[in-house]
């Protein structure tokens, strides 16, 4: 085991809180729906750039608080976050070198799959099923991922966060 | 999960939670605010003072309302004195803003800028100027949800202005539909019928406007009527609403119900 210095953290901290503000930011009613989940994208990111600082827990602790935030049943985000953080801690060196539109599609799957946990987490409380544009923010967050991909490297590489 | 749906055991944790994140509602909130206040800043000196005499003759025409229904509450308990019933001792309203911060898009939620540290409670029936909004969900220090009459998980009890009729509302999910349950076939209720609270279930103080019958189909091969009403409240418009807090538990309710009753009307 080598020791890395762990330092940028507060980094991390604000791209996190920046998720959360474009999460309740306002929109007008018609794009409220089409929404991504901006703070699946960035934790997505954090987990295949720093694996070994950003993982599961800490998924699930900003599930948790955005269950908080938007008012969904508590820990409804954190099982759909920190399931994903899983899977993309498990694939994340063979995601890593895949080219951007490649990694793309592999956010876009991720996506889906928070997607489909918060509709069975709906369909099991009772709540009426959602439409198909229930599905659209995981399309919508995967063409946003470059954006948000190469936006956080830079910021990364910047700060030099480890 | 199970915990937070079927039990309150988890308030205390989202209490918490909400307050630490208060200030990325605040900072959500943020830009409509400023351009509210730069509107209201550099507003000319007529409009001010138009809106001023719009405003006073409102409010003169309010004060002379006002003064019949003190008349006719001092009737109304008199009344009911002769009647020997008790009588439901006023409500003081508390006003707060709503924040424009975008929740789930899949419930009828809205935020607050009033919570726990102002006397907000979970359960709180919510009004605006129109009508019945819905009621307190979600309690943070100093933010709270309310839950809309028209979020599907959600149901009033009200009754017809007219004649009495009592009927349970239920919300569609759709923002301007509310749906009458257990009417049969035979009872009187008419499009343009007015619903009020019945309060019953002792949540929502009785005789607040909740809805107008929008539609009534009668298919006489089905037991119930089915009934649509639009609410009455502007759930998507309203700036500022109104918390109703009951000061004084009536007499008779508190001694039928025990405290603590799951109510009819429970949010989920």
């Known amino acids: 085991m080598t020791i890395v210095r762990h330092h940028g953290g ?8 920046i998720g959360y503000l474009l999460t309740v930011l306002p929109l007008p009613a018609e794009a409220e729906q089409l929404r991504p989940d901006w703070s699946a994208l960035i934790i ?11 993982g599961v827990g800490v998924a ?3 599930g948790l608080f955005q269950d908080a935030l938007v008012g969904t049943l508590l820990g409804a985000h954190a ?3 920190a399931l994903v953080a899983y899977l993309t801690l498990k694939l994340h060196q063979r995601i890593r070198v895949f080219p951007l539109w490649q990694q793309a599609l592999s956010v876009l799957v991720l996506l889906l799959l928070i997607r489909l946990l918060l509709y069975w987490i709906n369909g099991l409380i009772g709540r009426p099923a959602a439409d198909w544009v229930f599905w659209t923010p995981a399309l919508i967050g995967t063409l946003f991922w470059p954006v948000v991909f190469v936006f956080l490297r830079e910021i990364r590489r910047r700060y030099r966060v480890q | 999960m199970t915990v937070d749906h079927r039990q309150d055991l988890l308030e205390p944790v989202r209490y918490t939670l909400s307050a630490a994140l208060y200030p990325v509602r605040v900072l959500a909130n943020l830009p409509s605010e400023t351009s509210d206040f730069m509107v209201d800043r550099f507003k000319t000196r007529r ?17 002379a309302r006002l003064q019949k229904l003190d008349a006719l509450e001092v009737e109304n308990i008199r009344l009911r004195e002769l009647l020997d019933s008790a009588y439901e001792v006023g409500e003081s309203v508390l006003i707060a803003e709503l924040m424009r911060v975008d929740l789930d898009p899949y419930t009828h ?4 800028d009033k919570g726990g540290e102002a006397g907000v409670y979970r359960g709180q029936p919510v009004l605006d100027a129109h009508g019945v909004m819905g009621q307190v969900d979600k ?8 839950r809309l009459i028209t979020d599907p998980s959600h149901a009033i009890p009200v009754q017809v202005n007219r004649n009495g009729i009592r009927s349970v509302a239920i919300g569609t999910g759709n923002l301007n539909l509310l749906e009458l349950s257990s009417l049969p076939n035979n009872s009187d209720i008419r499009a343009g019928d007015l619903l009020v609270t019945s309060g019953l279930g002792g949540r929502f103080p009785k005789g607040y406007p909740v809805a107008r019958v929008k539609k009534v189909e009668i298919d006489p091969g089905q037991p119930f009527a089915e009934v649509t009403a639009t609410p009455l409240a502007n759930l998507n418009r309203s700036q500022q609403v109104l918390l109703v807090r009951r000061d004084e538990t009536p007499r008779q309710a508190a001694a039928d119900a025990p405290p603590g009753e799951p109510s009819a009307e429970a949010a989920e």
């Open chain 2, 109 to 112: 939620l809205l935020q607050i």
């Open chain 1, 44 to 54: 997505i990111y954090w987990v295949l750039a720093l694996p070994q600082r950003v």
């Open chain 2, 139 to 146: 309690v943070g220090p100093f933010s709270a949800m309310v």
């Open chain 1, 60 to 62: 699930w602790l900003v």
């Open chain 1, 10 to 17: 507060w980094v991390i901290l604000v791209s996190i809180i």
């Open chain 1, 79 to 81: 099982l759909a976050f």
């Open chain 2, 47 to 63: 409009e001010l003072r138009e809106e001023n005499a719009r405003l006073r003759a409102q409010h003169l025409l309010y004060e």
